[in-house]
């Protein structure tokens, strides 16, 4: 019989990885690709430890769910044998579907979102595997009939959450988003078949909710890791744009550069090609790609390339209020002096939005178990910190050596 591997993670020390299907899963070259994307894209520009992956991630969060899988059972909640390496295998297997970099690049090399990407992965895994994700499956999709465990891959108190706001504080050295994951988890309980905190986690729980807060303004929209991703998203779209002009400008491109020029899900033969195509690639192809580009006769793919690789980032103003056109235009002038008249001005003047809220009452609340057996939900129990406010912040990014 083989015995279990303990892995020695920095965050929870050793955690123990189950024999059979999940360590073969891990083992897999799809998850093994997650080695080589980084959690949060091009975070270490700011944090310079923030060089974390997704298979730290994912494996972080698996370890996490086991425990709450224990806790649950020592409560009196069923949970088969089947049941349990069904939620861990969705768990370990939930951020599969991410590309290069993570959330910066989304749709930007396939027109897929991560989790539509994920599924179609996990598929392809269940026929490798002879049906052995079916539940897997079930649970991820959220059409198992005990909803408590895709609830704990996937609401707004998930073993998701949980891992990464640990470790991401621990990777940049924000402690303001340091949790209490141990005590939260020991609060979990099932009613209704639904995940529930018991009364005296609510302090734990705002806690959670604070530091997630606090992770997004003070890591996740940092106003330099905005313009850095801004940059490489543009940098990205302006090869798409030679590609559709030129089909074959990248004559003797990598990967990554020929899927640049799918558009569409048409554009493959069938899903098992996207999937070989996609699971090829990952943050190593793009930063060549960078590196290549920089001597790129396009002016402003090269520009562009050059100033990420460097890191002479674009200068970047914030407002609570949209900026101006007025504005845009004085600086866009500056840049047709730079560049030419010809210059598509957008790959050079950024402008958008950031958005954020601590907790939101429109999608399924925490319910909170109090002492007296009556489950109310989150927002009705938390009268200090917490309140559903949506913060918006307004940026404009452009190149800071204009004069």
């Given at each position: 019989?083989?015995?279990?591997?303990?892995?020695?993670?920095?965050?929870?020390?050793?955690?123990?990885?189950?024999?059979?299907?999940?360590?073969?899963?891990?083992?897999?070259?799809?998850?093994?690709?997650?080695?080589?994307?980084?959690?949060?894209?091009?975070?270490?520009?700011?944090?310079?430890?923030?060089?974390?992956?997704?298979?730290?991630?994912?494996?972080?969060?698996?370890?996490?769910?086991?425990?709450?899988?224990?806790?649950?059972?020592?409560?009196?909640?069923?949970?088969?044998?089947?049941?349990?390496?069904?939620?861990?295998?969705?768990?370990?297997?939930?951020?599969?579907?991410?590309?290069?970099?993570?959330?910066?690049?989304?749709?930007?090399?396939?027109?897929?979102?991560?989790?539509?990407?994920?599924?179609?992965?996990?598929?392809?895994?269940?026929?490798?595997?002879?049906?052995?994700?079916?539940?897997?499956?079930?649970i991820f999709k959220g059409t198992y009939h005990k909803t408590f465990l895709h609830e704990l891959i996937s609401s707004q108190l998930d073993m998701d959450r949980m891992d990464y706001l640990k470790r991401d504080s621990f990777f940049t050295g924000v402690h303001e988003g340091a949790i209490g994951h141990e005590r939260i988890i020991s609060?979990?309980?099932?009613?209704?078949?639904?995940?529930?905190?018991?009364?005296?986690?609510?302090?734990s729980i705002e806690k959670f909710l604070l530091a997630r807060r606090l992770m997004y303004w003070q890591v996740y929209l940092h106003k330099t890791v905005i313009i850095a991703e801004q940059m490489l998203i543009r940098t990205i779209e302006r090869a798409k744009e030679l590609i559709q002009e030129d089909p074959n400008y990248f004559s003797?491109?990598?990967?990554?550069?020929?899927?640049?020029?799918?558009?569409?899900?048409?554009?493959?033969?069938?899903?098992?090609?996207?999937?070989?195509?996609?699971?090829?690639?990952?943050?190593?192809?793009?930063?060549?790609?960078?590196?290549?580009?920089?001597?790129?006769?396009?002016?402003?793919?090269?520009?562009?390339?050059?100033?990420?690789?460097?890191?002479?980032?674009?200068?970047?103003?914030?407002?609570?209020?949209?900026?101006?056109?007025?504005?845009?235009?004085?600086?866009?002038?500056?840049?047709?002096?730079?560049?030419?008249?010809?210059?598509?001005?957008?790959?050079?003047?950024?402008?958008?939005?950031?958005?954020?809220?601590?907790?939101?009452?429109?999608?399924?609340?925490?319910?909170?178990?109090?002492?007296?057996?009556?489950?109310?939900?989150?927002?009705?129990?938390?009268?200090?910190?917490?309140?559903?406010?949506?913060?918006?912040?307004?940026?404009?990014?452009?190149?800071?050596?204009?004069?």
């Amino acid at each position: 019989m083989q015995q279990n591997k303990l892995l020695n993670d920095p965050i929870y020390g050793l955690i123990d990885m189950p024999s059979g299907l999940i360590f073969n899963l891990i083992e897999h070259r799809y998850f093994q690709r997650l080695r080589r994307i980084k959690q949060l894209g091009l975070t270490d520009y700011v944090y310079p430890g923030a060089l974390h992956t997704r298979f730290h991630h994912a494996l972080g969060a698996t370890h996490l769910m086991n425990k709450a899988i224990s806790v649950l059972r020592q409560k009196g909640i069923t949970i088969t044998k089947e049941e349990e390496i069904g939620v861990k295998v969705g768990i370990l297997l939930h951020d599969i579907g991410h590309g290069p970099f993570s959330h910066a690049l989304e749709n930007k090399i396939l027109p897929f979102h991560h989790e539509t990407l994920s599924l179609m992965i996990m598929d392809q895994l269940n026929k490798e595997f002879d049906g052995q994700l079916d539940l897997a499956i079930s649970i991820f999709k959220g059409t198992y009939h005990k909803t408590f465990l895709h609830e704990l891959i996937s609401s707004q108190l998930d073993m998701d959450r949980m891992d990464y706001l640990k470790r991401d504080s621990f990777f940049t050295g924000v402690h303001e988003g340091a949790i209490g994951h141990e005590r939260i988890i020991s609060m979990l309980n099932v009613v209704d078949n639904h995940i529930v905190v018991e009364e005296k986690g609510i302090y734990s729980i705002e806690k959670f909710l604070l530091a997630r807060r606090l992770m997004y303004w003070q890591v996740y929209l940092h106003k330099t890791v905005i313009i850095a991703e801004q940059m490489l998203i543009r940098t990205i779209e302006r090869a798409k744009e030679l590609i559709q002009e030129d089909p074959n400008y990248f004559s003797n491109g990598g990967l990554l550069e020929r899927l640049l020029s799918k558009s569409s899900k048409d554009d493959f033969e069938d899903e098992e090609k996207i999937i070989d195509a996609f699971t090829q690639i990952d943050d190593y192809d793009v930063f060549y790609c960078l590196k290549k580009w920089q001597k790129d006769e396009d002016e402003i793919l090269s520009y562009l390339s050059t100033q990420i690789i460097s890191r002479r980032l674009f200068r970047i103003e914030l407002s609570d209020q949209k900026f101006d056109d007025e504005k845009k235009s004085k600086i866009g002038t500056k840049l047709r002096n730079k560049f030419g008249e010809k210059i598509n001005l957008n790959h050079l003047i950024i402008s958008g939005s950031e958005h954020n809220t601590a907790y939101s009452t429109s999608k399924e609340e925490i319910q909170i178990m109090m002492k007296s057996g009556l489950i109310r939900p989150f927002s009705e129990v938390s009268n200090d910190i917490i309140r559903e406010q949506i913060i918006t912040k307004y940026y404009l990014c452009y190149p800071k050596d204009l004069k």
